[in-house]
């Protein structure tokens, strides 16, 4: 099973709203990522974790505020965004913390967000 | 810092017909890896093929094949017998050790029925 899901598919809020994505895996990855793309563009990394510790942060603004309650779960939890934020967010895990460069990415179906 | 380039917009394929899409990058690691994901209209960034900067033989993976030319750093996925469900974007990615990975900037291949 090499399955990443991610809820909700799609999301509207609005600038002064507070809402979470979600992203779950059971394939007992030790890192979990999550990659904003803009229309047209490629994904770009936002967050990484390993066991469970914030271990990059590609100097992303403080209203995305990422949390990993436990191995399996990736949380982004959203806090007066702005219309540019509005993006597809894909959350991604791979096997191990140790950045192998042949391990795979595995992402999940992503959430489609809309700030209004 | 690496980098990926795909010099390849947009590419269009008669169904059954072979494409390939090029991947050019950049790095001063000497062990690496490239990876190819496609990415239908849904969202979802499925992984294609991997080709380690050592592996001795071109990867392959079903109708998915990826032409490694060391010296000259490209990797350019081969599609054979091209299927309309082919049709999507089609990214070229490169691990950045503990991070993430680092994408080029896609191409979006139609396949014409």
């Known amino acids: 099973d090499t399955e990443v899901t991610q809820t909700p598919k799609h999301l509207v809020m609005g600038m002064t709203n507070k809402k979470s994505l979600k992203c779950e895996q059971h394939?007992?990855?030790?890192?979990m990522y999550w990659y904003k793309q803009k229309a047209k563009k490629p994904p770009e990394l936002m967050f990484v974790?390993?066991?469970?510790?914030?271990?990059i942060n590609e100097s992303v603004p403080s209203r995305f505020s990422p949390e990993c309650p436990n191995s399996s779960l990736l949380n982004l939890h959203l806090h007066a965004l702005q219309p540019e934020d509005s993006a597809l967010y894909l959350c991604?895990?791979?096997?191990?913390?140790?950045?192998?460069?042949?391990?795979?990415?595995?992402f999940g179906p992503g959430t489609r967000l809309l700030v209004l | 810092a690496q980098k990926i380039t795909q010099t390849q917009p947009g590419m269009f394929v008669q169904e059954k017909e072979a494409v390939t899409l090029d991947c050019t990058y950049d790095?001063?690691?000497?062990?690496?890896?490239l990876f190819w994901y496609k990415q239908p209209s849904s969202g979802e960034m499925i992984f294609l093929i991997y080709?380690?900067?050592?592996?001795?033989q071109n990867a392959t993976e079903g109708r998915y094949s990826l032409n490694f030319q060391k010296a000259r750093k490209s990797a350019n996925l081969v599609i054979s017998a091209s299927q309309l469900g082919d049709s999507a974007m089609y990214f070229c990615?490169?691990?950045?050790?503990?991070?993430?990975?680092?994408f080029g900037a896609g191409t979006r291949l139609t396949v014409k029925p």
């Open positions: 991604a895990s791979s096997p191990s913390a140790r950045g192998r460069v042949g391990e795979t990415q595995y």
């Open positions: 394939m007992g990855h030790r890192a």
């Open positions: 974790y390993s066991y469970e510790k914030l271990s």
């Open positions: 790095t001063s690691d000497p062990s690496y890896g």
């Open positions: 080709q380690g900067s050592y592996d001795q």
């Open positions: 990615a490169m691990r950045e050790g503990v991070g993430g990975m680092r």
